[in-house]
């Protein structure tokens, strides 16, 4: 953070630097929108895009970041083009996420890649002691026990940005961690909330992403209808949270206005509220313990008029028992069922395979790999590997 004195003001006042992981997809955009709209105390130190180079040079011209980066180092070439007359320093392949993780000057990482891309990074952070503002969950679902080790190790923060995690943050704030005795994560249900197991077959990729509440990436949009997205969120929450899986319940809410809520011992249901939109949680992860005034509009209650909320189907979102029997078994089980979904998702979206097969792919993962107790960082990227190959594999003898 720096100190710089107002204009003849005789104040101080304190700035906060950010790196933002993947600011061209939907949580970076809206991340960038979010501080244009907080001004002067928060600043844009660092930008990073996979391949969309125009948008992250466009980006760079905006926020006057110190440095950018391009994973797909066959971008660097363009960018450098493109930003030939700024000064800002360019930096390309996936190791350059690494080394914005552990920038000095930085004072807040916000991970909004997709996917396991964003593991090493984000633990880089983690044991820089920054403040980590996290979008990315697959880093946490992988390797979430010795992140938040890592963090607390260096004094750094993890943040919640996922809007149900954000809430349950919130919500954890009017109690003590001992006297929480269940939380409950909301869901949207996505696409297919109402659908028969036996329709789920014939779902096509244009209903997939075609999410009837939230506007976000393709990889989360299928997760989310597959539910493979709240599955992840469960075990999110167990190490975010420190609280069993056991405790932890998902429940529809298709109006996705109460982002999720904590049970208290005393019978108390403490919940957050919110319109579907994620410039709030990405500001609380900025700006806490302030809150501030900023973009987001609160819900009109009479407006909605009712709330709704029922039990998700265990048969039809076969994610949800695997995410528990998941974070039971421990180890690379974790590490397995997001790669292999990762996986499965692409061949999915490459439309190599139909919407049932992501889910049976990851059963046939979780079924195949041996899965230890106690697994050393290594071990997990070995498995994170395997369960890539095999997915691959299988889908291309299918
Ligand atoms: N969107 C939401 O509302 C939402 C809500 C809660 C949590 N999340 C989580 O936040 C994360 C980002 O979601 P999103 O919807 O913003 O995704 P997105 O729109 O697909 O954006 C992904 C970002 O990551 C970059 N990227 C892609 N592949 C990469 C790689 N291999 N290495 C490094 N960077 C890479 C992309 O760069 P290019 O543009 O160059 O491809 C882009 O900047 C995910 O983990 C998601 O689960 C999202």
Avoid at 83 to 94: C, F, K
Avoid at 140 to 164: C, Q, T, Y
Avoid at 199 to 206: G, K
Avoid at 267 to 294: E, F, H, K, N, W
């Amino acid at each position: 953070m720096v100190l710089f004195a107002g204009a003849g003001t005789g104040v101080a006042y304190m700035v906060r630097r950010i790196a933002i992981l993947g600011s061209t997809g939907s949580i970076g955009t809206n991340a960038l929108r979010v501080i244009e709209a907080l001004g002067s105390g928060y600043s844009v130190f660092a930008l990073s895009a996979h391949s969309s180079v125009e948008l992250l040079a466009e980006q760079a011209r905006r926020f006057k970041p110190k440095y950018v980066a391009i994973t797909d180092a066959d971008n660097q070439k363009r960018l450098a083009e493109l930003l030939a007359d700024l000064d800002v320093e360019i930096l390309a392949g996936p190791e350059s996420l690494v080394a914005i993780g552990e920038l000095a000057e930085v004072d807040i990482v916000l991970t909004a890649v997709v996917g396991a891309a964003g593991l090493p990074a984000v633990l880089a952070a983690a044991r820089r002691g920054k403040r980590l503002a996290i979008a990315n969950k697959e880093p946490l679902v992988m390797a979430g026990e010795l992140l938040v080790k890592e963090a607390r190790a260096s004094g750094g923060e993890i943040l919640p940005v996922d809007s149900e995690h954000s809430a349950i943050f919130q919500a954890m704030q009017a109690g003590r961690p001992k006297e929480v005795a269940k939380i409950i994560l909301t869901a949207s249900g996505g696409p297919f909330r109402e659908v028969a197991i036996d329709d789920i077959r014939n779902v096509t990729l244009a209903q997939a992403l075609a999410h009837p509440v939230w506007d976000m990436g393709p990889k989360i949009t299928v997760d989310s209808a597959t539910m493979m997205n709240k599955a992840f969120e469960i075990i999110e929450a167990r190490w975010l949270f420190d609280v069993p899986v056991e405790k932890i319940e998902v429940l529809i809410h298709p109006e996705s206005i109460i982002h999720s809520l904590v049970e208290f011992v005393d019978a108390s249901l403490i919940a957050q509220l919110g319109r579907p939109d994620m410039c709030l949680p990405i500001q609380y992860a900025l700006t806490y313990p302030d809150r501030v005034a900023g973009i987001a509009r609160a819900p009109r209650l009479e407006e909605i008029g009712k709330l709704t909320f029922k039990r998700p189907n265990p048969e039809v979102f076969r994610a949800l028992p695997l995410a528990y029997e998941v974070a039971r078994v421990g180890g690379a089980a974790a590490v397995v069922f997001n790669a292999a979904n990762e996986a499965a998702v692409e061949e999915f979206l490459a439309g190599k395979i139909k919407f049932v097969n992501i889910l049976e792919l990851v059963e046939h993962c979780l079924n195949k790999h041996d899965v230890k107790t106690g697994v050393s960082l290594e071990e997990l990227l070995e498995a994170d590997a395997w369960a890539r190959r095999e997915v691959t594999s299988v889908a291309c003898s299918a």
